[in-house]
């Protein structure tokens, strides 16, 4: 059974940086895209950023490029984002998610929350 575990969630004023990570486990995929994925209370979830294995091209939502980051690990299907210049907005559940690009399939991971103060 696959499993996503995110890690180093926590408050921080605007304009401080946080780095999440997210380590994937139970199975072996051969493509596959990884990325982050937000949801601040009373709103849908959303896209922020993502990653393709293969390639390692990057994708970002508009409100957060420029002061993003995503990138792999130096262990495969683990992933980082570096958030930095933080702002009130930002405030929500990250979740980790994997994707399987052969069978299509979407993994994810319990959430870590995010809370950015003015």
């Known amino acids: 059974q696959v499993q996503l575990v995110e890690s180093g969630g926590g408050s921080v004023q605007a304009g401080g940086s946080l780095r999440l990570s997210c380590a994937a486990s139970g199975r072996t995929f051969s493509s596959f895209a990884m990325g982050w994925f937000r949801q601040a209370p009373g709103k849908e979830r959303e896209f922020v950023a993502s990653?393709?294995?293969?390639?390692?091209?990057?994708h970002y939502a508009d409100s957060v490029k420029g002061r993003f980051t995503i990138s792999s690990g130096n262990v495969r299907s683990t992933v980082s984002l570096q958030m930095n210049n933080l702002k009130p907005e930002d405030t929500a559940t990250y979740y980790c998610?994997?994707?399987?690009?052969?069978?299509?399939?979407?993994?994810w991971g319990q959430g870590t929350q995010v809370a950015v103060s003015s």
């Open positions: 998610n994997l994707r399987d690009d052969v069978a299509g399939g979407d993994y």
């Open positions: 990653i393709l294995w293969t390639g390692g091209i990057t």
